[in-house]
Nanobody, 133 residues
Framework: QVKLVESGGGSVQAGGSLRLSCTTS????????IGWFRQFPGKEREGVAT????????YYADSVKGRFTISQDNAKKTMYLQMDSLKPEDSAMYYC??????????????????????????WGQGTQVTVSS
């Protein structure tokens, strides 16, 4: 069973930075897709950034392009979300996610890669990010 554990959330002033981390203690963890989603109160969970690990292709929501960066450290079985130039509208609960992995995978268009319904199998527990103006 794969359990994803997040850390790094917190409160920051507008213009500041945070780095979210998501790791697993699973013995084997080789997802094809990893990503970060966020959820505002009363809203659907939305895609922030996704990484197709097979080819290194990244996808970003328009609202975070140029400010957020997704990455991974395979040796540490950890994924990261570097968030710079944070804005109050970035305040949300952030969740890391991964697919089930496997030998067969295909690259998805951005609209699918940023939609959890198409690939997410595992979720982290969520970490709160609050950006004050």
């Amino acid at each position: 069973q794969v359990k994803l554990v997040e850390s790094g959330g917190g409160s920051v002033q507008a213009g500041g930075s945070l780095r979210l981390s998501c790791t697993t203690s699973a013995y084997t963890f080789s997802p094809n897709y990893i990503g970060w989603f966020r959820q505002f109160p009363g809203k659907e969970r939305e895609g922030v950034a996704t990484l197709y690990t097979v080819e290194g292709t990244t996808y970003y929501a328009d609202s975070v392009k140029g400010r957020f960066t997704i990455s991974q450290d395979n040796a540490k079985k950890t994924m990261y979300l570097q968030m710079d130039s944070l804005k109050p509208e970035d305040s949300a609960m952030y969740y890391c996610a991964a697919d089930v992995g496997g030998p067969s995978s295909k690259i998805m268009p951005a609209i699918e890669a940023l939609s959890w319904q198409f690939w997410v199998y595992y979720w982290g527990q969520g970490t709160q990010v609050t950006v004050s103006s």
